[in-house]
């Protein structure tokens, strides 16, 4: 009898420490086509590089008649609804990014700016924020769209006013047409 119980109480031991053993936890591994080697966080990229501003398959709107003076760095979709234009202007980078109103903010952009003023481009009410000479950041919203224009370098309102000008009396929203 007393075995009986000391096989008893030994196989409830054996049993509770089973229980108590952290599980077995598998490791999803990330699909390859995704993720951002550079980073290698496993995390997907939200950024899909394109060679055009043709967003109409990913977005169902492309931007045409971009300035031909503001040459193409890189192009973006980026999380399925913005799109993205990179550009230099003299020596300056900075980007364009365009979505359905419904969007709401898009830049992306969180820098605290020193100044701030309102212009009016063509009945086209700009809101500017910048930082004298470093960064700013130009957005508005015309014909259904929200934009937002980040200077990465070189600030000020009259530089920022001048570049959104130029890219509100330039590009359309729509259908893709080929330059």
């Known amino acids: 009898m007393k075995k009986m119980l000391l096989l008893i109480l030994c196989g409830t031991l054996i049993f509770a420490f089973g229980a108590c053993s952290k599980p077995e936890v598998k490791t999803p591994v990330p699909d390859e086509s995704t ?3 550079a980073v290698g966080t496993g995390v997907p990229n939200p950024m899909v590089e394109v060679t055009e501003p043709n967003f109409d398959d990913k977005l169902g709107f492309s931007i045409n008649g971009w300035p031909t003076d503001y040459a193409y760095d890189h192009i973006y ?5 913005v799109s993205e234009i990179d550009f230099i202007v003299n020596g300056n980078a900075l980007s364009f990014r365009a979505a359905k109103e419904s969007e709401g903010d898009i830049s992306g952009v969180y820098d605290p700016f020193d100044q701030s003023v309102t212009k009016d481009i063509l009945g086209v009410k700009v809101e500017v924020a910048y930082t004298q000479d470093q960064t700013g950041l130009a957005t508005w919203t015309k014909d259904g769209y929200v934009f937002s224009l980040y200077m990465k370098s070189g600030a000020s309102a009259e530089n ?5 000008e130029k890219i509100i009396t330039s590009i359309s929203i729509g259908s893709y047409k080929a330059s």
């Open 160 to 164: 920022l006013t001048k570049i959104a």
């Open 77 to 81: 979709v980026i999380a399925g609804a």
């Open 35 to 37: 993720t951002d080697e």
